[in-house]
């Protein structure tokens, strides 16, 4: 009679079991802590060309905004300084308008039924209320 059964039985096949189980956890983890500074590198150098290209940008749109005033200067004969200081109103109120909606939008509550439920769990943990399914 042959029986493949290897020997130390249950409890052996046991410790086999978790053994494999904690290197292929192990293997895991260093898979994600690979793939996490990988992925660190990548986000890091997306930032560093994005605000690279954000700087670019905003000097670009102030000449072309100096290129705008000193153009209408010369072909309406007003002052630079008068359309630059137009510009300069026409920004302060498009940021205070952005501003103001960032205000509005925060005020409210993002999640809503999530914050009831949470509401409802510490009521019904505290005795005051029941909990319902």
């Known amino acids: 009679m042959t029986e493949s059964t290897a020997p130390g039985g249950v409890p052996a096949a046991a410790m086999r079991l978790l053994?494999?189980?904690?290197?292929?956890l192990q293997a895991l983890?260093?898979?994600?802590?690979?793939?996490?500074r990988e992925a660190t590198l990548l986000y890091v150098r997306l930032a560093i060309v994005l605000g690279a290209a954000l700087?670019?940008?905003?000097?670009g749109y102030v000449f072309t905004l100096l290129?705008?005033?000193?153009?209408?200067?010369?072909?309406?004969?007003?002052?630079?300084?008068?359309?630059?200081?137009?510009?300069?109103?026409?920004h302060l109120l498009a940021a205070?308008?952005?501003?103001?909606?960032?205000?509005?939008?925060?005020?409210?509550?993002?999640?809503?039924g999530?914050?009831?439920?949470i509401r409802k769990d510490v009521a019904a943990l505290r005795g005051n209320q029941t909990p319902t399914p």
């Not at 053994?19 to 292929?24: A, I, Q």
């Not at 983890?29 to 996490?36: H, P």
């Not at 072909?75 to 109103?89: K, R, V």
């Not at 308008?97 to 960032?102: A, D, W």
């Open 96 to 112: 205070l308008i952005g501003g103001l909606y960032v205000k509005k939008t925060c005020r409210t509550p993002v999640f809503r």
């Open 29 to 36: 983890l260093a898979l994600a802590g690979l793939e996490a």
């Open 114 to 117: 999530i914050a009831e439920e």
């Open 19 to 24: 053994g494999s189980l904690t290197r292929h």
């Open 55 to 59: 700087f670019f940008a905003a000097f």
């Open 67 to 90: 290129f705008v005033a000193f153009a209408l200067d010369r072909l309406l004969h007003i002052d630079w300084m008068w359309i630059a200081l137009g510009f300069a109103i026409l």
